[in-house]
């Protein structure tokens, strides 16, 4: 810790992720920005909008070696986070690791061996559990029944700044890898029951990005309980907008939904803002009469005072914070991480050759 006794915290990646991770450390009382590092010029704006102060690297190296940090935040492209969170966690630091924590199944794996090593706190950034408006969407759903049967997407029809971002990320994940472990996690936490085997189809729709992706994809899952689930994820700016924010799950006593009316709107579909916005929770209830009619009346969860983006990377970054200072055992989060992966994975392997894929 610096003299000052804040934890002095090296933020690699300076894009969207990176900047609203940087503007939490920067309020946060117990942390302290030893350093920005970026490839390009992006860690110069950022530390204007942050006041000036902080030393800028162009190599993340050079970085960790000269400011000796506490703890590195790392919000770069996916085919970076193994070799950077090691690099790390090696240099005796706590990682904030942006999802997904590497781009191979082998790699997270190697990961979370070092975090056992070393000891070292590893928070994995998913965003959607620290988000109060999801953590009552699953609290309604584990009290719906089983078999539970889950509906999620998240269409993008990106154009300018986010093509070059989804082109970039394509390199290396599909879209159904890159987003789908937010909500394959979700899944995970509504049933907590083991998946056992997935299915995907996926294409496609351009040349712009390599030969081997698809920027369509669309997975099912199937849990030992019973439960199903499927989630969609398309980018580029052919993806149609009509219901592209669906967040829906039933069981056998009911449903719950998220109904997004303004993030759900025209023209929002690649905003990164829209995308954690819940609005409102819409609960139905399956009780019927010896009519068949409804007993109850659907209930409407007012989320209109949820935090926006900023406000969920801060949540994000206390909850670091408190897990390094406070030594919580993150175990089971890092193991959630893992495992979250391991089935995007086997969805995209099943994409690539149609077949399903039984889990072990």
């Known amino acids: ?25 920067h309020t946060h009382e117990g942390f302290e920005i030893c350093g920005l590092v970026s ?63 590497a781009d191979s199944l082998a790699g997270a ?20 559990r620290h ?21 999620m997407n998240l269409n993008q029809q990106s154009h300018g700044y986010m093509w070059d ?15 789908g472990v937010h909500y394959i996690d979700v899944m995970c936490q509504m049933t907590r029951s083991k998946p056992i085997r997935v299915s995907a189809i996926g294409a496609r729709l351009t040349n712009d990005i390599p030969a081997d992706n698809y920027n369509y994809g669309q997975l099912q899952i199937h849990f030992e309980d019973g439960s ?41 579909s690649d905003s990164v803002e829209s995308h954690t916005k819940t609005e409102s929770l819409r609960v139905h209830r399956a009780n019927i009469n010896a009519q068949n009619e409804f007993t109850q009346e659907d209930e409407w969860v007012n989320l209109l005072d949820e935090p926006d983006h900023q406000g969920l990377c801060d949540r994000e970054q206390a909850y670091f914070y408190d897990a390094i200072i406070q030594n919580w055992d993150l175990t089971d989060h890092v193991a959630d991480a893992v495992n979250s992966l391991k089935i995007a994975f086997a ?9 399903m894929i039984e889990l072990n």
């Open 1 to 25: 810790m610096s003299s000052t006794n804040k934890l002095r915290v090296l933020v690699v990646g300076c894009g969207n992720m990176g900047a609203s991770h940087a503007m939490s450390f």
């Open 39 to 101: 490839t390009g010029a992006s860690k110069e704006k950022l530390n204007q909008d942050l006041g000036g102060q902080y030393d800028l690297f162009s190599d993340y190296a050079t970085a960790l070696t000269a400011t000796k940090p506490d703890a590195v935040c790392i919000s770069t492209y996916p085919d970076t986070h193994e070799a950077y969170a090691i690099a790390a966690l090696e240099a005796g630091c706590h990682v904030f690791l942006e999802k997904p924590i």
């Open 109 to 128: 794996e190697r990961v979370a061996e070092v975090v056992r090593k070393t000891g070292k706190k590893l928070v994995v950034g998913y965003i959607l």
């Open 131 to 151: 988000h109060p408006s999801w953590m009552k969407f699953i609290e309604i759903a584990k009290d719906l029944g089983k078999p539970l049967v889950m509906r």
């Open 165 to 179: 971002v989804h082109r970039n990320l394509m390199k290396s994940l599909s879209p159904i890898v890159d987003c």
């Open 228 to 268: 199903v689930g499927w989630y969609e994820a398309g980018w580029g700016p052919m993806i149609s907008q009509t219901a592209y924010f669906v967040k829906d799950v039933f069981g056998p006593k009911g449903s719950v939904s998220i109904v997004a009316k303004d993030a759900g709107g025209e023209g929002k």
């Open 347 to 355: 969805c995209d392997e099943s994409v690539k050759t149609g077949k």
